[in-house]
């Protein structure tokens, strides 16, 4: 391969990496609302009891919260159950750069455990 040949590639390669950046930063910002799909969540346990589901969105972006009824024991079973002992990510999107995360909050005061899921960039 001679000299220009070389300098040719290098160049189209350049362009290719810079254009799959921008489009990964593109999508992105103007999907900044966007939430992991409700099917995302990992599964529930059969006697747990889901009071609501519903999106929330704040300076961060927007994300998913499943509202479930639970003791602190009950909610301590639940989490090990859905395997949310700390939050997980999935692998990340080749396309959008992005991947999903799953975690668990309980809230002593309400008597829920909340089971969020986001995106993360």
């Not at 999106?55 to 003791?71: F, L, T, Y």
Request: proline share 4%; with cysteine; glycine share 6%.
């Amino acid at each position: 391969m001679n000299k220009s040949n070389g300098c040719l590639v290098t160049i189209v390669i350049g362009l290719l990496a810079f254009a799959w950046v921008m489009s990964a930063v593109w999508h992105n910002a103007i999907d900044d609302g966007r939430t992991p799909p409700e099917s995302a969540f990992p599964a529930v346990p059969p006697n747990a009891v889901i009071k609501s589901n519903e999106v929330k969105c704040g300076s961060g972006g927007c994300w998913r919260v499943m509202v479930i009824e639970a003791d602190s024991v009950s909610a301590y079973q639940i989490i090990t159950k859905m395997d949310l002992a700390e939050e997980r990510c999935g692998s990340r999107n080749i396309l959008t750069m992005s991947r999903v995360c799953v975690g668990a909050d309980y809230l002593t005061h309400a008597k829920v455990l909340q089971v969020y899921m986001r995106y993360d960039f």
